[in-house]
Nanobody
């Protein structure tokens, strides 16, 4: 069994900062990539940022220069530092991991989501 547990969401004023964390636990053999997605009310889930096990990163245009994704491979944990937050960043943020288990099965796993609300 694999679990992804997010933390760090909350309410912040525009211009403020938040740091999200996502810890992976369970029968994880190898993690290939981890990412953060978000879904605002009435909108589709979208990619925010992605980081591979080699450290390559990819960001949505809307967050470039404001958000930074990082990971601690030893802890199987990914972080999202969010600065200069805007009201349009308000959404439920989900952690995602592309990983293989000790059984050899590879798949995509999701966290339960954490709410980020940015007030104007």
């Amino acid at each position: 069994q694999v679990q992804l547990v997010e933390s760090g969401g909350g309410l912040v004023q525009a211009g403020g900062s938040l740091r999200l964390s996502c810890a992976t636990s369970g029968s994880v053999f190898s993690i290939y990539a981890m990412g953060w997605y978000r879904q605002a009310p009435g909108k589709q889930r979208e990619l925010v940022a992605l980081i591979t096990n080699g450290g390559s990163t990819n960001y949505a245009d809307s967050v470039k220069g404001r958000f930074t994704i990082s990971r601690d491979n030893a802890k199987n944990t990914v972080y999202l530092q969010m600065n200069s937050l805007k009201p349009e960043d308000t959404a439920v943020y989900y952690c995602n991991a592309d990983l293989s288990r000790w059984s050899g099965v590879r798949g995509n796993y999701w966290g339960q989501g954490t709410q980020v609300t940015v007030s104007s």
